[in-house]
């Protein structure tokens, strides 16, 4: 089973990321703060990570960053999430997908077939 | 045209023209003076060379008079003797008076004795032929009449001319010595005017003079003009020959008073020419004074104020240049140039004044607006989280996710929905508003599906034409390409703008969406309704931001602060298009904006971009 961390600190609206990406089946963990958000990225190598760029304390780009500076990480997808469309062209090079807020619930439903190969399993733990 | 150049062309202009007047003003005065100064000289010389004339006259009287009132030339005419013949007629006797020939005639007029001498060649000769007219008895030379009537016994001398030429001849009545009794008679001497006489009167008097006979044929033509010049008033005339020559004429009488020869004197214009030579002298001087003038007025000029000028310039120049309002003008002196220094020294401190007090506003007013769009990107940022909570959470329950849903409640989640999408829809427009205001906004370049950007649109606005009872119509060019290039989320905020407008302004009929390409390099998006209809005079006005057609943003129609149009434009204007509206009241209006058909830029987007529909 994929694992997906969903990086938000809205909790309502991560409650919603993981609903709908357990809906589409896979495993979620749910981080609301940038600096934990790091440590933990230690730890797992989730297939995919949901990255608000909005977040208290770390930034979003900062994480970004650091997982596209860590080899362990070379397959793992982010999508970023923001409403800043400034945002938007930095991103380009970093994020796999770009997300802007609002998000529909068909964007995130369909995720996993964007991004996900099918039939390879994963590192996940 | 430097200031140099004009005091140079005004000071030269006035000096040539003081010069032209002066040398103008000096010719007339001066070369009159010299003209009347030579006429009277020559006035003068031909006053002299007659003078000699008469003198050769008086003297040849006074020693015919002598000879005549003599005993022994009285004894003479009685007798006839040779001795007075022998020692007083002959050859030395004609050298010595310089005489061509001598009459002794009585009172008949019959000749006693007379004799011609060749002077030239000192030799005996006939008495001239044409002598024997001049010499009739009652004639003006054998009786010498004074002023009373009388006959004059002192004689007569003067001039004559006879066809030999003319001569200079005396003649007295002759007497005993004691004057006593009747004149036996005359004492007539004579000799020929030639050039040889004039030679020796000329060389005597150190003049050139000329004598021509007043019926000779070949008369010059300059004695022919002077000849009637000459008037009893003004009995010399002077005329300038050429440059270099004047002359002077006048007219000599015989002894009946009748003119008989044109005189004249020619001289060098010496007088005349020196004026001139005077005046040229004059001349150079002045333009001399005239250049050192100039000079000397340029240089002081330059000194006193052209070079202070420059500096002036200069140091203004630089400040503008350099818009160091700091520097300072250096002057000295108390003149105007050192006042305009000054002032304007006191203007640059104002200026600088008035610049800190400007960049100390525009400072605080970037901060205020800064703040300001802050303020908006956070509200905008954090009333978006939860409005999509809401959506997702309306669209799970609307997809069934947490169970069957009865019609009332479909109902109340469209409500829910599309309230929820006017208020997203008003948030992005207060949000891109501040973006566009401070500038920030930047577009992507990402491929989207005209026909999507359509459903998108058709299924937000929908609901909201509906619930007031309009009709919504799509269309898409059958020509239009499938993918094109560009900003959707944009395209689509401009769709929303202004179906929503149309929305607002329609009461009922339809509202028409069309997607076409009107040209390979264009395409366009046309929004039509069946509404109100936009005054002509209110067409241009309506893009402006918070205005609505009845100048108001009061929301009498439907909700919105009148951003809409503002922002339609603006992004249109962003993407290199352009948006007409075509309207008239009552039959509706029609929007179009009309973009570039896009190509993928060259860099590329590596990221595709989920541009997320409200």
């Given at each position: 089973m994929?694992?997906?961390?969903?990086?938000?600190d809205a909790?309502?609206?991560?409650?919603?990321?993981?609903?709908?990406?357990?809906?589409?089946?896979?495993?979620?963990?749910?981080?609301?703060?940038?600096?934990?958000a790091?440590?933990?990225?230690?730890?797992?190598?989730?297939?995919?990570?949901?990255?608000?760029?909005?977040?208290?304390?770390?930034?979003?780009?900062?994480?970004?960053?650091?997982?596209?500076?860590?080899?362990?990480?070379?397959?793992?997808?982010?999508i970023?999430?923001?409403?800043?469309?400034?945002?938007?062209?930095?991103?380009?090079?970093?994020?796999?997908?770009?997300?802007?807020?609002?998000?529909?619930?068909?964007?995130?439903?369909?995720?996993?077939?964007?991004?996900?190969?099918?039939?390879?399993s994963?590192?996940?733990? | 045209?430097?200031?140099?150049?004009?005091?140079?062309?005004?000071?030269g202009?006035?000096?040539?023209?003081?010069?032209?007047a002066?040398y103008i003003?000096?010719?007339?005065?001066l070369?009159?003076?010299y003209?009347?100064?030579?006429?009277?000289s020559?006035?003068?010389?031909?006053?002299?060379?007659?003078?000699?004339?008469?003198?050769?006259?008086?003297?040849?009287?006074?020693?015919?008079?002598?000879?005549?009132?003599?005993?022994?030339?009285?004894?003479?005419m009685?007798?006839g003797?040779?001795?007075?013949?022998?020692?007083?007629?002959?050859?030395s006797?004609?050298?010595?008076?310089?005489?061509?020939?001598?009459?002794?005639?009585?009172?008949?007029?019959?000749?006693?004795?007379?004799?011609?001498?060749?002077?030239?060649?000192?030799?005996?000769v006939?008495?001239?032929?044409?002598?024997?007219?001049a010499?009739?008895?009652?004639?003006?030379?054998?009786?010498?009449?004074?002023?009373?009537?009388?006959?004059?016994?002192?004689?007569?001398?003067?001039?004559i001319?006879?066809s030999?030429?003319?001569?200079?001849?005396?003649?007295?009545?002759?007497?005993?010595?004691?004057?006593?009794?009747?004149?036996?008679?005359?004492?007539?001497?004579?000799?020929l005017?030639?050039?040889?006489?004039?030679?020796?009167?000329?060389?005597?008097?150190?003049?050139s003079?000329?004598?021509?006979?007043?019926?000779?044929?070949?008369?010059p033509?300059?004695?022919?003009?002077?000849?009637?010049s000459?008037?009893?008033?003004?009995?010399i005339?002077v005329?300038?020959?050429?440059?270099?020559?004047v002359?002077?004429?006048?007219?000599?009488?015989?002894?009946t008073?009748?003119?008989?020869?044109?005189?004249?004197?020619?001289?060098a214009?010496?007088i005349?020419?020196q004026?001139?030579?005077?005046?040229?002298?004059?001349l150079i001087?002045?333009?001399v004074?005239?250049?050192?003038?100039?000079?000397?007025?340029?240089?002081?000029l330059?000194r006193?104020?052209?070079?202070?000028?420059?500096?002036?310039?200069?140091?203004?120049?630089?400040?503008?240049?350099s818009?160091?309002?700091?520097?300072?003008?250096?002057?000295s002196?108390?003149?105007?140039l050192?006042?305009l220094?000054?002032?304007?020294?006191?203007?640059?401190?104002?200026?600088?004044?008035?610049q800190?007090?400007?960049?100390?506003?525009?400072?605080?007013?970037?901060?205020?607006?800064?703040?300001?769009?802050?303020?908006?990107?956070?509200?905008?940022?954090?009333?978006?989280?939860?409005?999509?909570?809401?959506?997702?959470r309306?669209e799970?329950?609307?997809?069934?996710?947490?169970?069957p849903?009865?019609?009332?409640?479909?109902?109340?989640?469209?409500?829910?929905?599309?309230?929820?999408d006017?208020?997203?829809?008003?948030?992005?427009?207060?949000?891109?508003?501040?973006q566009?205001?401070?500038g920030?906004?930047?577009?992507?370049?990402a491929?989207?599906?005209?026909?999507?950007?359509?459903?998108?649109?058709?299924?937000?606005?929908?609901?909201?034409?509906?619930?007031?009872?309009?009709?919504?119509?799509?269309?898409i060019?059958?020509?239009?390409?499938a993918?094109?290039?560009?900003?959707?989320?944009?395209?689509?905020?401009?769709l929303?703008?202004?179906?929503?407008?149309?929305?607002?302004?329609?009461?009922?009929?339809?509202?028409?969406?069309k997607?076409?390409?009107?040209?390979p390099?264009?395409?366009a998006?046309?929004?039509?309704?069946?509404?109100?209809?936009?005054?002509?005079?209110?067409?241009?006005r309506?893009?402006?931001?918070?205005?609505?057609?009845d100048?108001?943003?009061?929301?009498?129609?439907?909700?919105?602060?009148?951003?809409?149009?503002?922002?339609?434009q603006?992004?249109t204007?962003?993407?290199?298009g352009?948006?007409?509206?075509?309207?008239?009241?009552?039959?509706g209006?029609?929007?179009?904006?009309?973009l570039?058909?896009?190509?993928?830029?060259?860099?590329?987007?590596?990221?595709?971009?989920?541009?997320?529909?409200?």
């Amino acid at each position: 089973m994929y694992l997906a961390l969903i990086v938000e600190d809205a909790p309502e609206m991560a409650t919603i990321f993981a609903e709908i990406l357990q809906m589409a089946g896979l495993a979620t963990e749910v981080i609301s703060n940038g600096q934990l958000a790091i440590a933990k990225l230690k730890e797992i190598v989730p297939a995919v990570v949901i990255l608000d760029m909005h977040l208290p304390h770390v930034s979003g780009m900062d994480i970004l960053k650091s997982i596209r500076a860590d080899s362990r990480l070379a397959l793992t997808k982010v999508i970023a999430v923001t409403a800043d469309v400034l945002l938007i062209q930095d991103l380009e090079d970093l994020a796999d997908l770009t997300l802007i807020k609002p998000v529909t619930f068909d964007q995130l439903s369909d995720l996993t077939t964007r991004l996900l190969p099918t039939q390879t399993s994963t590192e996940s733990q | 045209m430097s200031l140099r150049t004009k005091t140079f062309i005004i000071i030269g202009i006035t000096l040539a023209c003081l010069i032209a007047a002066l040398y103008i003003v000096s010719q007339t005065i001066l070369l009159r003076s010299y003209q009347q100064l030579e006429t009277q000289s020559v006035q003068g010389d031909v006053q002299r060379g007659l003078n000699a004339v008469s003198d050769e006259e008086t003297v040849m009287h006074a020693t015919n008079h002598d000879w005549a009132h003599w005993d022994d030339a009285f004894q003479f005419m009685k007798d006839g003797n040779q001795v007075f013949l022998d020692a007083n007629t002959n050859d030395s006797v004609f050298d010595t008076y310089q005489l061509n020939f001598m009459v002794f005639i009585d009172s008949a007029g019959k000749v006693t004795f007379q004799k011609g001498f060749d002077l030239v060649n000192t030799k005996e000769v006939p008495v001239p032929d044409g002598l024997k007219n001049a010499l009739s008895v009652d004639g003006p030379l054998l009786k010498p009449v004074s002023a009373d009537g009388k006959l004059n016994i002192d004689g007569v001398s003067g001039l004559i001319t006879i066809s030999e030429g003319a001569f200079i001849v005396a003649s007295t009545p002759i007497l005993p010595t004691n004057l006593q009794g009747q004149p036996i008679g005359s004492l007539v001497w004579g000799r020929l005017l030639d050039q040889r006489e004039i030679s020796s009167i000329a060389s005597r008097t150190r003049l050139s003079i000329e004598m021509l006979p007043i019926n000779d044929p070949n008369l010059p033509a300059d004695y022919h003009i002077a000849e009637s010049s000459i008037t009893d008033s003004a009995p010399i005339d002077v005329t300038p020959l050429g440059a270099d020559k004047v002359t002077g004429y006048t007219l000599l009488r015989d002894i009946t008073n009748a003119p008989i020869l044109i005189f004249r004197i020619s001289s060098a214009r010496s007088i005349y020419n020196q004026g001139q030579t005077s005046l040229s002298y004059f001349l150079i001087a002045l333009l001399v004074l005239g250049v050192a003038f100039i000079l000397v007025t340029l240089v002081l000029l330059e000194r006193v104020i052209l070079s202070r000028l420059a500096y002036l310039n200069t140091t203004v120049t630089k400040i503008r240049t350099s818009s160091d309002l700091d520097t300072r003008i250096a002057y000295s002196g108390k003149d105007e140039l050192a006042n305009l220094a000054k002032s304007i020294n006191e203007m640059l401190g104002a200026m600088a004044n008035a610049q800190n007090e400007l960049l100390v506003a525009r400072d605080q007013a970037l901060e205020a607006s800064q703040f300001k769009s802050q303020i908006l990107a956070n509200v905008s940022h954090d009333a978006r989280t939860p409005l999509s909570v809401i959506k997702i959470r309306v669209e799970m329950l609307q997809k069934g996710i947490y169970g069957p849903l009865t019609d009332v409640q479909r109902k109340t989640l469209t409500s829910v929905t599309t309230n929820a999408d006017q208020l997203l829809g008003f948030i992005s427009n207060l949000l891109h508003e501040g973006q566009l205001e401070s500038g920030k906004l930047r577009l992507l370049n990402a491929e989207f599906s005209p026909s999507d950007l359509m459903k998108t649109v058709e299924n937000s606005m929908t609901p909201l034409a509906n619930a007031k009872g309009l009709e919504v119509t799509t269309k898409i060019a059958d020509d239009m390409p499938a993918i094109i290039y560009g900003d959707s989320e944009r395209l689509s905020q401009i769709l929303f703008n202004l179906v929503g407008n149309a929305t607002k302004f329609t009461e009922q009929g339809r509202i028409g969406v069309k997607m076409s390409l009107p040209d390979p390099e264009h395409w366009a998006i046309e929004v039509s309704d069946t509404g109100l209809g936009i005054p002509l005079e209110a067409q241009d006005r309506i893009f402006e931001a918070f205005w609505q057609v009845d100048g108001t943003t009061t929301r009498t129609v439907n909700t919105g602060v009148g951003l809409g149009l503002s922002i339609v434009q603006q992004l249109t204007i962003l993407m290199n298009g352009r948006v007409t509206v075509k309207s008239e009241i009552g039959s509706g209006s029609t929007f179009t904006v009309t973009l570039p058909l896009q190509h993928r830029t060259e860099e590329g987007d590596t990221a595709r971009v989920l541009s997320v529909n409200r």
